[in-house]
């Protein structure tokens, strides 16, 4: 990535995520990596199935979230492609483990782009990457994406930092529903239902400025707050408290939720927005549970349309637990 200029990097970024490119999917599948990894990739024939038509070179090329290209070579079979020479660097550079999760993106000409993610749906970028985009140096794409399933840096700077007097946390801001607990009356859920959401929710594209965020215990079932990626917080929502409508895709219904703005007197540069007030009613209305996968899209001023990527599809209420 040294001695790229913004807009390289800029353009790099929009390839990875296919902003610029909402009118045509780029085929897209992803691998587990299993125990004995380490020493080549095995991919079945079936996920190659639909790459625009091509046929895989001898070498392919694969480019992961740092930008740097490497080449593979394959060795192919009646029912699988053999990722060989190669591959060992690949890994080794990027740290992978077994468990880790591969989407693949393919760019034609044989190569693709990769993203990486951990065996809890937590998706995993280089030290260098992560430093570009805090000191702001990715700042042209319309598609911002934080999620975890642990939870959020965001969150994490709120629990290790104090508020400055005067300015109101919206813990303290919520009442109602938000002092109930609730539990899930679903079926049990595995680590991969929870994967393939998040990947569902990674192929949504638009034009305009968005944000994912994967539900968390105190998002759904108890507290009922949800913290807003500060890189989104920053680029458009106003600095102080305020109220946000909420909607569904092709659905009139908003429902208005209070968006608190909280500074800290440890850090006067870090801020953290935060839904509270009105997000349990739209959580218990919507039947969100943890796991689930939210993209936030803006569509105006202060309005989000919320786009729902769920673990299950059967939606079953959740459960009033009894205090």
Not at 198 to 225: D, G, H, P, Q
Not at 234 to 250: F, V
Request: proline letters at 2%.
């Amino acid at each position: 990535m040294e001695g790229r200029n913004e807009c390289d990097i800029c353009k790099e970024f929009h390839k990875m995520f296919c902003c610029q490119q909402i009118h045509k999917r780029k085929p897209t599948f992803f691998k587990i990596l299993d125990d004995d990894f380490s020493s080549g990739l095995v991919l079945d024939k079936e996920l190659l199935s639909e790459l625009d038509g091509d046929v895989l070179s001898n070498i392919i090329h694969l480019k992961g979230p740092t930008g740097e290209a490497h080449k593979i070579n394959i060795k192919k079979t009646t029912t699988s492609v053999l990722l060989k020479t190669g591959w060992q660097r690949f890994a080794s550079f990027h740290k992978l483990q077994s468990g880790d999760v591969l989407l693949f993106y393919y760019e034609g000409n044989s190569s693709f782009n990769v993203l990486f993610y951990n065996k809890n749906g937590r998706e995993k970028s280089s030290k260098r990457d992560r430093g570009e985009e805090e000191r702001g140096k990715i700042t042209h794409c319309n598609v911002e994406i934080s999620s975890s399933l642990d939870s959020s840096s965001e969150d994490e700077i709120e629990r290790n930092q104090k508020p400055d007097i005067g300015v109101s946390s919206s813990r303290h801001a919520c009442t109602g529903r938000c002092a109930q607990k609730f539990i899930s009356g679903r079926r049990p859920v595995t680590d991969r239902e929870k994967q393939i959401a998040l990947f569902r929710a990674n192929k949504f594209r638009s034009s305009n400025a968005c944000f994912t965020k994967i539900m968390l215990e105190t998002s759904v079932y108890r507290t009922f707050y949800l913290v807003v990626p500060v890189v989104f917080g920053r680029k458009n929502l106003p600095g102080k408290n305020t109220t946000i409508s909420l909607a569904l895709p092709h659905n009139s219904r908003k429902w208005y939720v209070t968006c608190t703005y909280i500074t800290y007197a440890t850090n006067k540069r870090q801020s953290v927005w935060r839904f509270c007030g009105g997000w349990s009613q739209f959580v218990l209305k919507n039947n969100l549970e943890e796991g689930d996968v939210c993209v936030f899209e803006m569509k105006a001023e202060l309005e989000l349309t919320v786009h729902i990527f769920r673990v299950v599809e059967e939606i079953v209420k959740l459960q009033v637990v009894n205090s």
